[in-house]
């Protein structure tokens, strides 16, 4: 048992090796959590992330610990919650790239959606239904086809791909287990959020790697779907902060994080190249739009339908008043500042990398 410590509270994150789990594996320590993860296990490290907070486990005591698991394997879970006895979960675990989800669409529904329930099962199997609060890594993407602008706890859902259907059963088994078992267990509804430790597929990081690349003379060109789509993008520091508040109110409940404000991929790509110092000229439409670099009319954008999803979810953005009013939470970094950061990071990442992967 790895339980029964002297003091502070204990945490179990699924997903702690991603961009939302490193982050918040940071803020707990800093409050004095002990912090449990759970991490897949890989061919290669999967554990870049987290560099920073590992610990060496032959130390006594150690207040960082990562555990072996899977969420498509129940006894692994069950095993996991009873040996950390936690006060907190936070399941962060996904297949969360909604393309991808699109080619693995059972894989998806099975680790975002049924591994959700099983561990709300492991909790109640276990008689922890009253010691463990529960944070369901809900999504923005569950309004898709959106019913109103802006959205919120309000809005009615419409999902648009294989991995919103899984995460909106994974939004009811929790709000059902919530009302059934008195659990306390909330939803965040987050929004877009990134940072320079985003994973290299997700658009913004996709454009500001490529940015960093081209005024590297390291790549030649950034490929790119839609260009129209917009998000509401944050940053992912200020969201796990969020997400710890929803589990230190008295009641449980779920909660929208969003800025409010929305951009279009294409202006985000405008930025990136603005911050190397490259001004894009747009050309063209639809499958024939191109970004030009204006002091030398090379093309350095190009859509590529590839990217193109079967369903879109075309705009996105948030009303997070009710997070502000219970919470006292509220987004302060402005999309153009994140994107600066990004570009400065990938700038120094790039400069040291050997090589890049571009996709
Ligand atoms: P990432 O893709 O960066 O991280 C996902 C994490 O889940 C990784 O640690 C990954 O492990 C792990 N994982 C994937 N499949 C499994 C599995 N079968 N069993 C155990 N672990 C698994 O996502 P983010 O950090 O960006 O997002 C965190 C959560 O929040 C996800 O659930 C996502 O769907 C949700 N979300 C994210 C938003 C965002 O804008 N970032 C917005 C709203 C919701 P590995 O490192 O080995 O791949
Ligand atoms: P999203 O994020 O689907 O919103 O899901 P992503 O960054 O993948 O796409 C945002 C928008 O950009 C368009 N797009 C492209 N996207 C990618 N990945 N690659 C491209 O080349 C490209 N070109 C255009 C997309 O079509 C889309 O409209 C993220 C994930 O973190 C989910 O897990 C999370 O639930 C939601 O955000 C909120």
């Not at 390291?218 to 917009?230: E, F, M, S, V």
Request: aromatic content about 10%; hydrophobic content about 35%.
């Amino acid at each position: 048992m790895v339980a029964d410590y002297m003091n502070g509270k204990v945490a179990l994150i699924t997903g702690v090796t991603g961009q939302d789990g490193a982050y918040l594996a940071e803020l707990l320590l800093s409050k004095g959590y002990r912090v449990h993860g759970v991490k897949r296990r890989s061919s290669s490290f999967n554990t870049g992330r987290l560099e920073h907070l590992y610990e060496d486990p032959h130390v006594s005591d150690p207040r960082f610990t990562l555990h072996f698991g899977d969420m498509t394997d129940s006894t692994n879970l069950i095993r996991i919650v009873q040996e950390t006895q936690p006060d907190e979960i936070y399941n962060l675990a996904a297949q969360s790239h909604v393309q991808v989800s699109f080619e693995t669409a059972e894989y998806t529904a099975n680790a975002d959606a049924i591994g959700t329930l099983r561990l709300l099962e492991a909790i109640r199997l276990l008689g922890l239904t009253e010691k463990t609060r529960f944070y369901q890594a809900s999504t923005s993407e569950l309004y898709g086809k959106v019913q109103a602008i802006p959205q919120s706890e309000t809005t009615p859902f419409y999902p648009r791909s294989p991995y919103a259907a899984a995460k909106l059963y994974a939004y009811w088994i929790v709000v059902n287990y919530r009302e059934a078992y008195g659990m306390h267990a909330s939803n965040g509804i987050l929004f877009n959020h990134e940072s320079p430790l985003r994973g290299e597929t997700f658009v913004t990081r996709k454009i500001t790697r490529a940015a960093a690349a081209i005024q590297l003379e390291r790549q030649d060109k950034l490929y790119l779907g839609n260009l129209d789509a917009k998000r509401d993008w944050g940053h992912a520091r200020e969201y796990v902060r969020g997400m710890w508040l929803m589990l230190q109110q008295d009641e449980p409940d779920d909660y929208v994080l969003a800025t409010g404000e929305t951009t279009e991929v294409r202006q985000f790509v405008s930025w990136a190249f603005e911050d190397v110092g490259i001004t894009v000229e747009w050309r063209g439409s639809g499958v024939d739009e191109k970004g030009y670099d204006a002091a030398t009319g090379r093309c350095i954008v190009e859509v590529d339908p590839r990217y193109f999803r079967p369903t879109e979810v075309d705009l996105l953005i948030g009303d997070p008043s009710k997070a502000y009013e219970k919470l006292g939470w509220r987004s302060e970094i402005p999309v153009r500042e994140l994107c600066r950061e990004m570009v400065k990071d990938d700038l120094t990442v790039m400069a040291t990398a050997p090589t890049m992967k571009l996709d």
